[in-house]
């Protein structure tokens, strides 16, 4: 499924012109080397979502994380990389519960299941085009972490603004998306915002170089969705991380101290976009085995929702963060 509308048909005109006054001033991050440091987002790119959703009432709360943990590199998973959190602007705080709404009627009307909740959408990935070269590679977004909430399938919201100006002659970006093995070209208008169920391909272009001459600057904003943090905190905390670790500037990385200090200095190195990244050593690092025996105790305890597999991505600094959390509950 996938359908576009404007915003003004969702949100009032002051709300809209507060979301575009805060992406004028937005902090942005670029060379981000989050995928495993072979890798980094061709734009400029930000992310914000601290694990907290957003009320019917438009309140943010819930269970917060003021850091995520990852793996800091593909070939050495006995290091973690920790990345700060930030919260979603009120500027957005204030409009999703419209959006969400929107999407319920829309849903209902056309007989599509959805399973929406108050975690619907409460992550925010954004993303700048500044240059008429920079793309995004053909993917899809249903991983693991994401639920299905729309046709039994995840679903994210596409959020586009030209701030400057529209582009001149209709060269908007270069947006696709793959139906039926065949890419389709979709035009993403300024203020538009578009739902798509996320395990469709899709793909930004490069502009052609004889179309560069139209080129005008676009942020776009995707929203995304975690799990129920009292059903499946695991799930829900690794979606934010995620973004964290892929779209933000990490704070630290962390090892038992027994790692040799060449490795250590070459992730320090690769990510020194950071520039006050620092090497923590932890007696906890290797203890993911044991954390995992308390994460299943809390499951039937809490009666969450198993996990599959505890794959490498799941850290040990993870799993004790989101024991801590849940402990609480207790």
Known sequence: MYFITSLDQIITK????????????????YKIPGGFLTNYPQRLVNTYGDGRYVSN????????????????KHNQNNVSLETPTEPLPNELITIIPKIRQYLKNYCDKNNINENLTLHSFNIAVCNNYTEPTMNIASHTDDDYWYPKEVDNRPLFISLTFYLEENPEKNKYARFQIKINDVWLNITLEDNSIMFMNSDIYHRVLKYKKCD????????????????????????????????T????????????????????????????????IVHRISPLHDDKKQFIILYEKLIKTLKLEKIASYKSNIVSETLLNVILKQYNRL
Do not use: Q
């Open 212 to 243: 560069y001459k139209y080129f005008k600057p676009r942020i776009n904003i995707t929203l995304r969705s975690t799990y129920n943090c009292k059903i499946n905190p695991l799930l829900h905390n690794l979606c934010v991380a995620n973004h």
């Open 245 to 276: 670790r892929y779209y933000k500037i990490p704070s630290a990385i962390i090892s038992n101290g027994s790692i040799e200090e060449k490795k250590i200095n070459d992730l320090i190195i690769g990510y020194r976009v950071a520039n006050k």
């Open 14 to 29: 002051n709300e809209l012109n507060n979301l575009r006054m805060f992406l004028k001033t937005a902090k942005w991050n």
């Open 57 to 72: 009432d438009g309140e943010y709360i819930g269970i917060k994380y003021e850091n995520t943990y990852w793996t800091a």
